[in-house]
Nanobody, 121 residues
Framework: QVQLVESGGGLVQPGGSLRLSCAAS????????MGWYRQAPGKERELVAR???????NYADSVKGRFTISRDYASNTVFLQMNSLSPEDTATYYC???????????????WGEGTLVTVSS
């Protein structure tokens, strides 16, 4: 009933930039938060950035000053602008949305399928 469609991953050289997008659609009553996580090979999934209703954001220390998360409320889309990318940023990036499908449901986390970001020369 809820679909998350991610786009924007790919191969980029060190120092380059990419912009990820994730659009949520389907049965959505309200969205509490939208964010991005990433998982590198052999590592656990980690929070990259998150934005909650009202616009408050939080970032992993490793991306502060380089990544910017934003949200378009009209289209239920979250963006992650990634600048000054380094090989350490190579990972599969997953969109995460915490939302309610109806007024009477508890909020739940939904995940995208992931988009691969590779930073390499």
């Amino acid at each position: 009933q809820v679909q998350l469609v991610e786009s924007g991953g790919g191969l980029v050289q060190p120092g380059g930039s990419l912009r990820l997008s994730c659009a949520a659609s389907g049965t959505i009553f309200s969205i509490n938060a939208m964010g991005w996580y990433r998982q590198a090979p052999g590592k656990e999934r980690e929070l990259v950035a998150r934005i909650i209703n009202g616009g408050s954001t939080n970032y992993a220390d490793s991306v502060k000053g380089r990544f910017t998360i934003s949200r378009d409320y009209a289209s239920n889309t979250v963006f992650l602008q990634m600048n000054s990318l380094s090989p350490e940023d190579t990972a599969t990036y997953y969109c995460n949305v915490n939302l309610q499908t109806t007024r009477w449901q508890y909020s739940m986390d939904y995940w995208g399928e992931g988009t691969l970001v590779t930073v390499s020369s």
